[in-house]
């Protein structure tokens, strides 16, 4: 059977769900309750794309979520399990290739806010020019020649060196090439 609507839409609660055989004339001894939830709402993600293979940790903002076992979320067709954070932040982890991401707090009923993941290729650093340089003081200017480099609006291409330095700026990006400057003295290890 399908719950009907709500008695009150803005302060829904619990009911009792009984059952009858003979069209209503008497009803179970027992009952169940059954509560009514306002729908769960996602509204961004972060970050909002990754690879095509799936595995990215992706933070899911919305509303009215809740800390349950049946806590799922839905890219696409791909059903995950989800992990609370808190009841606007949880977390899942893409599944390969699908869009939509959705939000479910008991399994089977999913929220409509259609909120988009996108899925990008798999970076490929086929080479660099030069392999060297940087000297003391840095800023050797290095080509890095690949595929799946895409420049996005507030997506930015970062670039990693030796010793798990962290990031140097992309200054811009041609067809398949990235050109970086070196803002430190390491050596370029790719």
Known sequence: CSSP???????????RLDVSSNNGATWSRSYVPFAYEREVQVHSLNPSRGIVDGGTKVLIEGYRFKNS????????????????????????????RSRDVEVS?????????MVQYEYYDKLVVNDIWPS???????????SV?????????????????????????VLFI???????????????VI
Do not use: H
């Open 145 to 169: 020649f690949g595929s799946g480099f895409k420049r996005e609006i507030g997506m930015d291409l970062i670039v990693k060196f030796a010793f798990n330095t962290e990031v140097f700026a």
């Open 105 to 113: 707090t008991n399994g089977l009923d999913f929220s409509s806010t």
């Open 174 to 188: 041609t067809i398949g090439i990235i050109t970086v400057v070196i803002t430190g003295a390491y050596w370029i």
């Open 132 to 142: 060297m340089g940087g000297g003391l003081i840095g800023n050797t200017v290095v």
């Open 5 to 15: 609507a709500a008695l009150d839409l803005l302060n829904p609660g619990t009911v």
């Open 69 to 96: 076992t049946n806590l799922k979320c839905k890219f696409g067709e791909s059903v995950v399990q989800a992990f609370y954070l808190n009841p606007s932040e949880l977390f899942c982890t893409a599944p390969p």
